[in-house]
């Protein structure tokens, strides 16, 4: 099948100016400034095929936000080539949007002034969407966020999670093939982002609507998506399916122990050694459940340490994450 995202070397640098302190360094910037680049996201390709639900995950300034502002063709990018339906987002920007929504949880999309179902109308005038097509997907989407009662407040007046719910609505008024959502979730309380899970896994499975989402709550991702890709100071570390990742990197566990008498490190070592386990700290082993079944790792440390407690613990996304992370360093 054709991919429907196609980037290739993917490279982004911000020109940064610096700006020298004081009165009189104001004045001297007026003629020269100094400026140095930041280099957001380098060197990144990937393809997307229809349908598919990504995960684009990183920490804090890894370059999410900036990638996604490329493949809505709001940046331009430094280097490397970006194909979309193929279009080139930011060269044919008019067309490309009305093949795409956008959500960008830190700020609405919507007009602040005026009421939402107001909004939804100018939104349909822009994209030219029938009459009979925006009726039924506004009431069908209102019946199933419950934003009913919300359709003639003004959108200053709503709260996070209602304004949430509108900004999603509005991205789907004209029916897009691609939805990208830049933290939708955040700040949202746990039934709200409940709720937009499980209607945007039933807008992926109804209408094939291929998803590309980035959060810092990786229960999203376990619900939403079925791939993800990693990127950690701009460069892609990771990038295949939840099911994989779950295969390679999951089939570890966690003992945490209670010691009652703290052991000889060597001595501990040795031990976790023979079970190819590792240490996380001094009280917490993981090991892989292909070397050793939990119950004999447990039987052997009972018998051989002073141990006043203990929990088993399976690792969960965040765990596996927080590894592929460590592994890059
Ligand atoms: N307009 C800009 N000018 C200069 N640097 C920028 C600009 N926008 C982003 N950056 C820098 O580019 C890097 C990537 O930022 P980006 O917003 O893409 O990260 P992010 O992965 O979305 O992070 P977060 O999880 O915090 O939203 C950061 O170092 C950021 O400071
Ligand atoms: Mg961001």
Known sequence: MQPIISVKNLTKSYKVF???EGVKGSFLDLFKRDYYFVEAVKNVSFEIEKGETIGYIGTNGAGKSTTIK??????HPTEGEINILGRVPHKERTTHVQN???VFGQRTQLWWDIAVVEAFNLLQKIYRVDEKSYK????NFSEILGIGELLNIPVRK??????MKCDLVASLIHNPKILFLDEPTIGLDVSVKFKLREFLKELNSTEKTTIFLTTHDLVDIEEICKRIIIIDKGHKIYDGTLS????????????VLDFREKPEKNHLLNFVKKFQAKLEDSHTIIFSQNVTSA????????????ISDLK???MDLTEIVKNIYEKEK
């Open 18 to 20: 610096k700006r020298r």
């Open 312 to 314: 088993l613990k399976e």
């Open 70 to 75: 490329m493949l809505t063709g709001i940046l």
């Open 136 to 139: 039924n997907r506004i009431d």
């Open 158 to 163: 709503l709260s996070l999670g209602q304004r």
């Open 244 to 255: 994989e990742i779950h295969k390679n990197f999951g089939g570890q566990r966690k003992l």
């Open 295 to 306: 119950s004999e790792l447990i039987s052997v440390f009972l018998q051989e340490f002073k």
């Open 100 to 102: 795409i929504g956008v």
